[in-house]
Antibody, heavy 117, light 107 residues
Framework: EVQLVESGGGLVQPGGSLRLSCAAS????????MSWVRQAPGKGLEWVSV???????YYADSVKGRFTISRDNSKNTLYLQMNSLRIDDTALYYC???????????WGQGTLVTVSS | DIQLTQSPSSLSASVGDRVTITCRAS??????LNWYQQKPGKAPKLLIY???SLQSGVPSRFSGSGSGTDFTLTISSLQPEDFATYYC?????????FGQGTRVEIK
């Protein structure tokens, strides 16, 4: 059974940093493309970043230069390093796995990031 | 960036109704269009991928169509468990985007 479990969220001050993790089971992260998607409270979904099996990465313009997506194949885990956090980065962050046009086939339960002074 | 505009933003319908949600892209995205369902407090769920392919395990009352810039999600006979918010999403460009969502409510 495919499972994605996010962790690392919390309360951080503006300008601070946080690293999110997404532990995968039931499949290997290196064989899929892995993404982060966020949802601000009461708002819609916003794609954040994707990393392909080839290690090619893409970012939403809103986080480019501040966030870095990566993965550790040995731990079967996806990461999102978030620097220079802003108040509008406050959201529930989901990780998701994709394969063959099914961009967000499996989802985690999300981890909440709150940026506030 | 490619903008996706869903219509309507919300709708009220009864059990058994046929429901259609549209998603219009600001430029052609071929068939790189997916549909998701999200219920309150839950992660989204993939319904349709590549514009018209039904994800495994999704009831056949859900269907998708379209290509280029205009797409539709149809629920042939609305069931109580279908009341939720629906999102379209494109991955044609390197900047993936979602539509703003369509909330389906009980009439």
């Amino acid at each position: 059974e495919v499972q994605l479990v996010e962790s690392g969220g919390g309360l951080v001050q503006p300008g601070g940093s946080l690293r999110l993790s997404c532990a995968a089971s039931g499949f290997t992260v290196s064989s899929n493309y892995m993404s982060w998607v966020r949802q601000a409270p009461g708002k819609g979904l916003e794609w954040v970043s994707v990393i392909y099996s080839s290690y090619i990465t893409y970012y939403a313009d809103s986080v480019k230069g501040r966030f870095t997506i990566s993965r550790d194949n040995s731990k079967n885990t996806l990461y999102l390093q978030m620097n220079s956090l802003r108040i509008d980065d406050t959201a529930l962050y989901y990780c998701a796995s994709g394969l063959a046009l099914r961009d967000f086939q499996h989802w985690g339960q999300g981890t909440l990031v709150t940026v506030s002074s | 960036d490619i903008q996706l505009t869903q219509s309507p933003s919300s709708l009220s319908a009864s059990v058994g109704d046929r429901v259609t949600i549209t998603c219009r892209a600001s430029q052609s995205i071929s068939s790189y269009l997916n549909w998701y369902q999200q219920k309150p407090g839950k992660a989204p769920k993939l319904l349709i991928y590549a514009a018209s392919s039904l994800q495994s395990g999704v009831p056949s009352r859900f269907s998708g169509s379209g290509s280029g810039t205009d797409f539709t999600l149809t629920i042939s006979s609305l069931q109580p468990e279908d009341f939720a918010t629906y999102y379209c999403q494109q991955s044609y460009s390197t900047q993936w985007t979602f539509g703003q969502g369509t909330r389906v409510e009980i009439k």
